[in-house]
């Protein structure tokens, strides 16, 4: 493979209607999970369910999309690209408009959970296929970084924007909402042509079920992992074994002439595997990030939601910024160059968080960190899709995308649960060292404190936790809050070795990017792969 043409040029007008639309249709598939994620206590009064329900129902809709996404972009193959777009995004409005109406938990978890996460599967493969077939050289690299700007933003921001709405509005309000921009995008459904698919038409039955239980498996292990659960191992192995029984039926498959739910040849492209690794490494900083610093700003300053928004807005502001800069310029500098910058400066934000997490006393401390770490993730986001799916023929580009979107939602529920996990380990491990080592409590009552404190004080700030000890003696009192001051930034600075290690190891990827040439768009020939 040769380097490639740094002189592309656009054989089409860019068209930026279709780019924001494409954009926006990302930005609503990200933003619905936070919406429901800040909208659970409200949920739970107006249609009298209970937290562990409508908990469950969103990690049956994480589920849902995991498990069947492989097969989302198969089934995008067979039914036409842009006519699983546009299923996928009326599965989504379906599920929003189900919340607008519902009383009860049950038409929530059928239309939101299981049609949303059956659209979600459908919809991200089929996506990122018509940004491939629309747009070439220049304007291609554009809009790969638009729409990954877009669905970080829609990661970063949503919380805020559904912490503002369901309080100043109702949570009602915020999925109406979104309904009607999918209204808007699919109204702009004129403007996108379909990417024809011309390989073989039987559908992969076994590899098909094997992909379910490998991704569902994973998956929900790592769901009930974060949730405190059993049989995690359990699940994990279940998850592993499909998977492997997944690569040996592809392999045992391609190798007797028959169709494949995916083409192992793919994984033999370094590219590929290069730029999948990126994108997952990239989330689980990403996901590790984003469970870790909420948590900082409402449990140890004691902020709300909406000013912990606002604290971590420099990081998707500045996010959005980089990736819409570096994406109008995106022929200047070559990709893994970018990359690797991108996970230099993503890491050197992280490192400066580590020293700042204890001594800080506002969410001032976290601007220039968070502004560093954002124009990292811009980069990334800018890069890494494009990297990834350029060299991919249109033919293959639907299973290319599934497994490209199953790296970059598999690295953010393993940032999430595994960055949350470890806090709360070293939560408890903290608590209880500290509260049998305290001179001032009295020793019958260390072990008291300690278990106390694993289960009520990691969820409630030190001024919340001041009025569960009403009664105590002063001095009780005045060593319980010391223990929690200092235990939590201890455990927050842990936390934040996750993003910290995923973002090492994304560098360490970068320079064996660095060392390959780069992909050359499928529509030049010879860079591309599975033509």
């Known amino acids: ?30 933003v619905d999970t936070s919406i429901m994620n800040v909208s659970i206590s409200a949920v739970v009064d107006d249609i009298g369910a209970t937290v562990s329900g409508l908990q469950s129902t969103i990690a049956l809709e994480a589920l849902v999309s995991a498990a069947f996404i492989l097969i989302g972009g198969k089934i995008g193959d067979l039914i036409g690209r842009k006519r699983a777009y546009v299923i996928g995004l009326c599965c989504y409005a379906i599920g ?36 491939h077939g629309n747009f070439e050289g220049d304007a291609q690299k554009r809009v790969y970084a638009l729409v990954g700007a877009s669905a970080a933003v829609a990661a970063a921001v949503g919380p805020l924007l559904g912490g503002f709405i369901t309080t100043f509005l109702s949570w009602r309000v915020a999925f109406l909402l979104e309904a009607l921009l ?53 699940l994990l192995a279940v998850g592993a074994v499909g998977l492997g029984g997944l690569v040996y039926w592809l392999v045992r498959r391609k190798h007797h002439g028959r169709p494949t739910l995916l083409d192992p040849d793919l994984f033999q492209a370094r590219t590929f595997r290069f730029g999948a690794t990126g994108q997952m490494l990239q989330q689980i900083a990403l996901g590790g990030t984003m469970i870790v610093l909420p ?90 899709n494009n990297y990834t799916l350029s060299p991919i023929s249109d033919e293959r580009v639907s299973e290319a995308a599934s497994v490209n979107s199953a790296a970059g939602s598999f690295g953010l529920s393993f940032g999430l649960a595994f960055a949350g996990g470890l806090m709360l380990a070293s939560l408890s491990t903290i608590f209880t060292g500290m509260a049998t080592s305290s001179t001032v409590l009295p020793p019958a009552e260390q072990q008291q404190v300690a278990t106390a404190l694993e289960e009520d004080a990691q969820v409630v700030s030190n001024a919340q936790l001041e009025e569960l000890l009403t009664g105590q003696p002063e001095e009780i009192q005045d060593e319980i809050i010391r223990i929690n001051t200092e235990a939590r930034p201890l455990a927050l600075q842990i936390a934040l070795f996750v993003p910290i290690l995923a973002g090492l190891a994304g560098l360490a990827t970068s320079f064996r990017m660095m060392r390959i040439p780069d992909p050359k768009p499928a529509g030049t020939g010879e860079g591309s792969i599975l033509g």
């Not at 040769?2 to 609503?28: E, H, I, K």
């Not at 189900?98 to 659209?119: C, K, N, R, V």
């Not at 011309?198 to 994973?218: A, H, K, Q, W």
Request: charged fraction near 10%; hydrophobic fraction near 60%.
């Open 96 to 131: 929003a408009v189900a919340m607008t109406l519902a009383q009860s938990l049950l038409p929530i978890i059928i239309f939101w959970a299981l049609i949303g996460g059956l659209g979600a599967s459908l919809l991200l493969p089929a996506m990122q296929s018509l940004i």
């Open 295 to 384: 948590i900082y700003l409402q449990m140890v300053l004691g902020y709300n939601a909406m000013q912990s928004g606002l604290s971590i807005a420099p990081l998707s502001l500045t996010m959005f910024a980089v990736a819409l800069l570096i994406g109008k310029k995106p022929g200047a500098w070559r990709p893994a160059s970018l990359i690797r910058s991108g996970f230099l400066l993503l890491l050197v934000g992280l490192a400066l968080l580590v020293p700042v997490v204890p001594r800080a006393d506002s969410g001032w401390w976290l601007l220039i960190p968070l502004v560093i770490a954002g124009a990292g993730l811009g980069l990334l986001v800018s890069q890494l």
């Open 182 to 234: 999918i209204v808007v995008v699919l109204l702009g459904i004129k403007l996108v042509r379909d990417v024809p698919y011309t390989g073989p038409r039987e559908l992969d039955l076994v590899g098909s079920f094997l992909s379910i239980v490998g991704m569902g498996g994973v998956v929900l292990g790592i769901l009930v992992w974060q949730e405190g659960g059993e049989a995690v191992g359990a």
């Open 1 to 30: 493979m040769s380097l490639p043409n740094r002189g592309d040029v656009q054989t089409a007008p860019f068209n930026q209607r279709l780019a924001m639309l494409l954009a926006t249709a990302m930005f609503v598939l990200v």
